[in-house]
């Protein structure tokens, strides 16, 4: 007897047809004196935001957070500062945006039943990643601590994904972002160690969007 997955086939009927608009920032100027040079400053944010959008594969991650929110009812989009990448001849630069798509499962608000991100007294999403990787960002940051293995608590949602192919080698991280005076400040900690101190983000808005695909009266999720 055949069985068909039917809402498999509606889901990705729904995102295929999300996808198919092409989506792009437009910025615009207003309010300005010199029409002229606001028109231009404004194509040249434009332009900006096209690279972007391309370099952080915005349109990837739209698709991989649709496909979650459609399964489990929260879309959420993280963007962060990558220290690591460099580039340039003539004028050399260090550091880009990134983004990412993180699951229900690894992402706490203080307030719940608060539909707005920003009104959340903070947010924390977490993550595994090798001891190593941790301790390196830890030494980096001038932290002397020392990093050691936990369980592997953050996948227990998924059954298949609690099964390490090498155990001991991994820890959960933690990043929290919560505001001081309007201003986003974050941390991270890991095995209940500190590995980033507290450290002002300089922004006003966390950097993190979220999208109910289905929306709850007094729930986030």
Request: proline share 2%; net charge negative.
């Amino acid at each position: 007897r055949p069985v068909l997955n039917i809402i498999k086939q509606i889901i990705n009927h729904k995102v295929a047809s999300v996808m198919n608009e092409n989506v792009r920032m437009i910025l615009s100027a207003s309010d300005v004196q010199d029409e002229q040079m606001a028109e231009e400053a404004a194509d040249l944010f434009t332009k900006m935001a096209d690279v972007t959008w391309e370099k952080i594969k915005q349109d990837q991650l739209n698709e991989e957070a649709l496909e979650s929110g459609a399964t489990n009812g929260l879309s959420i989009w993280h963007y962060y500062w990558d220290g690591e990448v460099t580039g340039g001849n003539a004028l050399k630069w260090i550091g880009e945006l990134k983004g990412e798509v993180i699951d229900s499962v690894n992402f706490f608000v203080g307030n719940p039943q608060n539909t707005r991100i920003e009104d959340q007294p903070y947010v924390i999403i977490s993550y595994r990643d090798l001891i190593e990787n941790v301790q390196a960002e830890a030494d980096e940051n001038g932290v002397d601590v020392k990093i050691k293995a936990d369980s592997d608590t953050e996948d227990e949602a998924y059954s298949m994904a609690k099964q390490e192919l090498v155990e001991d080698t991994k820890v959960t991280v933690l990043v929290k972002y919560w505001k001081e005076n309007k201003v986003v400040h974050f941390m991270k900690v890991a095995s209940g160690c500190v590995v980033k101190k507290p450290t002002s983000m300089q922004i006003k808005r966390y950097p993190v969007a979220i999208m109910q695909w289905e929306r709850r009266k007094k729930s986030i999720f």
